[in-house]
């Protein structure tokens, strides 16, 4: 029997340190509108702060009006001093729910406590202690800013002791030259950990680069183990055959196999090449390009192709549009993967348009299609090294899963980006917008 309850009791604890610590990880929650997780991580920590402060320092006034008599206080600073730190605390809490703007936040926090500070260390009484407070806001300084903003952070600090000294007036000289040397020591101490604050940063986010490259290298030889094993097996069975048999057409017919497979495990190694190629050069030569040479002679590449499943090629081309700033061969290399995307995706007699239009400053290229479509559970893979939709691992067209990967990467070096929309069933539509002004950081040759 007490077994059973101590068994109960477990269990009722369990659930009640489950609840309460949703509640926390909900309290503590910034605002889902935090896009950057470094400021996502800092605005949840600061949270945890805060939300330990208030109730701390609510029971700290409860027990002061309980063992202090009223009359007593209003002149107390220790009084005035939880008051402040109460308020400022739940004022910025509310603030940092409604606004999710962490950088406001942070500067709120800091214009708030200096003035909490300063108001307290007036209303006290010689020597005006209070105002050392000021060594709290470079902590929260290190949690909040930059390193270079830590450092002014601090140096406001020690400004503000010594001009506080010169307005009051009556702070002991032998005080407040212990004051600038404390503040000044300890200033510099959390400079210090700011900095080495920065340094384990800067080692946490090399790990989990390691860490993410790890799993795309563990990604990267799953997949090609896959898509290899599938053309190889292909050429080994054809070149068998093709040294047992004597008959001119299943020869012909088993070449012409192996000669597909080569090329398409030339194609997956092109691919892989060519992404360690943008790695390793993420600043191209840029020079203006000519779209419509470019698309043109596309097209002309993917003709074979697009007959071969009785495509129809639409071409809506603008008059004259203007150049842009690009590297030509990468560019070719992207509009290249959309066109074969479009084409390995759309049923036979289907259509692909290519379209281009002047969007402000920016060269809008379209690729559009009547095929497949793709989902909405899809959308937010689809430009993922290695992702491919259930329909591109047939043996005959399955790819690496690395074009479009390839095209957006290439894209964004110069400051572009691609749209897509589409619908299942019915289509996609590619759009590719490109600068069409000089970037004074680029190197245009």
């Not at 957006?408 to 589409?422: A, F, L, P």
Request: glycine share 4%; proline share 4%.
């Amino acid at each position: 029997m007490n077994r059973q309850r101590i068994e109960s009791a477990q269990y009722w604890l369990a659930r009640m340190g489950q609840r309460l610590h949703a509640l926390w990880e909900k309290v503590v929650q910034p605002p889902n509108s935090i896009d950057d997780p470094e400021t996502m991580r800092r605005a949840r920590v600061l949270n945890r702060i805060l939300v330990i402060i208030i109730p701390t320092t609510l029971v700290i006034l409860v027990v002061q009006l309980a063992v202090s008599p009223i009359e007593k206080l209003p002149i107390s600073t220790t009084f005035s001093s939880v008051i402040m730190g109460f308020a400022s605390a739940l004022l910025v809490y509310i603030v940092n729910r409604i606004t999710g703007n962490f950088r406001f936040v942070s500067y709120l926090l800091i214009a708030i406590g200096i003035v909490a500070i300063l108001v307290n260390a007036f209303s006290s009484d010689p020597p005006h202690l209070e105002i050392s407070l000021l060594v709290l806001l470079s902590l929260c300084g290190t949690l909040l800013f930059s390193m270079w903003e830590t450092i002014l952070l601090c140096a406001v600090n020690i400004i503000l002791l010594v001009v506080f000294a010169a307005v009051i007036g009556d702070m002991p000289d032998d005080i407040l030259k212990d004051l600038v040397v404390y503040m000044s020591l300890v200033q510099l101490f959390i400079v210090f950990v700011a900095y080495q604050r920065n340094v384990l940063e800067a080692d946490r986010q090399q790990l989990a680069l390691a860490a993410a490259n790890h799993e795309l290298l563990t990604r990267l030889i799953t997949d090609l183990s896959h898509d290899f094993r599938t053309p190889l097996a292909i050429v080994n069975t054809s070149a068998y055959l093709l040294a047992r048999t004597d008959d001119p057409l299943a020869r012909e017919e088993k070449a012409e196999q192996i000669n597909v497979q080569v090329q398409r495990l030339s194609k997956m190694l092109d691919d892989i090449l060519m992404l360690s190629r943008l790695d390793a050069t993420p600043d191209p030569t840029l020079t203006l390009v000519d779209v419509d040479s470019l698309l043109t002679n596309l097209v002309q590449d993917f003709q074979y192709s697009m007959e071969r499943k009785n495509l129809h090629m639409n071409i809506d081309l603008m008059s004259k549009p203007p150049p842009v700033i690009a590297n030509r061969a990468n560019l070719q290399r992207a509009l290249s993967k959309l066109i074969e995307n479009a084409v390995q995706y759309t049923s036979e007699n289907g259509s692909i348009t290519l379209r281009t239009r002047l969007i402000v400053t920016m060269l809008a290229i379209e690729v559009v299609d009547t095929g497949i479509g793709i989902s909405q559970d899809d959308f937010p893979l689809i430009f993922e090294y290695f992702f491919r939709g259930d329909k591109a691992r047939s043996s005959d067209e399955g790819s690496t899963g690395l074009g479009l990967s390839i095209a957006r990467r290439i894209i964004e070096m110069v400051d572009g980006k691609i749209e897509v929309e589409s619908v299942v069933g019915k289509g996609s539509t590619f759009r590719v917008l490109l600068p069409t002004n000089i970037p004074h950081t680029r190197r245009l040759h």
